[in-house]
């Protein structure tokens, strides 16, 4: 099974920046992947952010356009999400995974991000 492991999270103020990674772990695949990054707030469904695609095209919801900036490095299988201008909307957990579901990739237990206004 493929592994991830994210990092980054933290408490900020409206405004504010983080940048959160992802690690993942016992693939050989990861180049040829479309990785995401999805957000979960407390009662709330696991929803998509952005995603970068092998050739590393990028695609956002529309809520964190011009905000969020996803990158990816494929030669140490990392994935990163550059959140900058944080509103409280923003708060959840967030996680990153495979854009497409593949049972082998497990859910990582994902970074908290919580904005105070």
């Known amino acids: 099974h493929v592994r991830l492991e994210e990092s980054g999270g933290g408490s900020v103020q409206s405004g504010g920046s983080l940048r959160l990674s992802c690690s993942v772990f016992?693939?050989?695949?990861?180049?040829?992947?479309?990785m995401a990054w999805y957000r979960q707030a407390p009662g709330k469904r696991r929803d998509l952010v952005a995603r970068i695609l092998p050739d590393e095209t990028t695609e956002y919801v529309d809520s964190v356009k011009g905000r969020f900036t996803i990158t990816r490095e494929n030669d140490k299988k990392m994935v990163y999400l550059q959140m900058n201008d944080l509103q409280p909307e923003d708060s959840a957990r967030y996680y990153c995974?495979?854009?497409?579901?593949?049972?082998?990739?497990?859910w990582g237990p994902g970074t908290q991000v919580t904005v105070s206004s």
């Open positions: 995974n495979n854009y497409v579901p593949a049972p082998a990739w497990s």
């Open positions: 016992e693939t050989v695949l990861f180049n040829v992947n479309t």
